[in-house]
């Protein structure tokens, strides 16, 4: 059983940073590649950034190019998402996910998800 927790959410004025943190349990975490996804309120799930097993290469959504940058540290079996200049449209609850191999974006190719971390932009 594969377990992610995500961890620190919360609330921050427009203009700042938050850093996420995922720790993985259960698996072999660097045969994984590691991503992170949002849902905003009344909206969609949707990706927000993916980061190779060996953490070479990453992806992000178009329009969250510059403001967040995803890392992992496979000895500490964690992957982080960094959040700068954060506007009030960033509020969502944050979702770490866990596909097996190659970088996906697509929610159906994740196997593993986490509980979600909400974080609350205020302007």
């Known amino acids: 059983q594969v377990q992610l927790v995500e961890s620190g959410g919360g609330l921050v004025q427009a203009g700042g940073s938050l850093r996420l943190s995922c720790a993985a349990s259960g698996h072999t975490f660097s045969s994984y590649a590691m991503n992170w996804f949002r849902q905003a309120p009344g909206k969609e799930r949707e990706f927000v950034a993916a980061i190779s097993k060996t953490g070479v290469d990453t992806h992000y959504a178009d329009s969250l190019k510059g403001r967040f940058t995803i890392s992992r540290d496979n000895a500490k079996n964690t992957v982080y998402l960094q959040m700068n200049s954060l506007k009030p449209e960033d509020t969502a609850v944050y979702y770490c996910?866990?596909?097996?191999?190659?970088?996906?974006?697509?929610?159906?190719?994740?196997?593993?998800w986490g509980k979600g971390t909400l974080v609350t932009v205020s302007s």
């Open positions: 996910a866990a596909n097996y191999g190659v970088m996906e974006v697509m929610e159906a190719y994740m196997d593993y």
